[in-house]
Nanobody, 116 residues
Framework: QVHLVESGGGLVQPGGSLRLSCAASGSIFSIYDMGWYRQAPGKQRELVARITAGRMTNYSDSVKGRFTISRDNVRDRVYLQMNSLKTEDTAVYYC??????????WGQGTQVTVSS
């Protein structure tokens, strides 16, 4: 059974930083692409960043230059470093495990609230 568990969310002021972590278990972590998605109230879930098994990365235009995705194949974790946070970054952030363009598993999500 595959489990993805996110942590690191919370309340932060605009301009602040947070680091999200997703711990994976139950799969051969290194062969999967990993993604971070977010869903704000009343909006569809959207891709924030993805890192492939080969460590290629891509970002949504809205976070490019502010967020950094990374992975640790020893600890089976994927991270999202979020800097210069804006109020519009407020959402539930989800970790995903993907392969060949298909999302196989989701985490339960972690709330990020950016507010003064």
């Amino acid at each position: 059974q595959v489990h993805l568990v996110e942590s690191g969310g919370g309340l932060v002021q605009p301009g602040g930083s947070l680091r999200l972590s997703c711990a994976a278990s139950g799969s051969i972590f290194s062969i999967y692409d990993m993604g971070w998605y977010r869903q704000a109230p009343g909006k569809q879930r959207e891709l924030v960043a993805r890192i492939t098994a080969g460590r290629m990365t891509n970002y949504s235009d809205s976070v490019k230059g502010r967020f950094t995705i990374s992975r640790d194949n020893v600890r089976d974790r994927v991270y999202l470093q979020m800097n210069s946070l804006k109020t519009e970054d407020t959402a539930v952030y989800y970790c995903s495990q993907e392969r060949n363009g298909l999302i196989y598993y989701w985490g339960q999500g972690t709330q990020v609230t950016v507010s003064s």
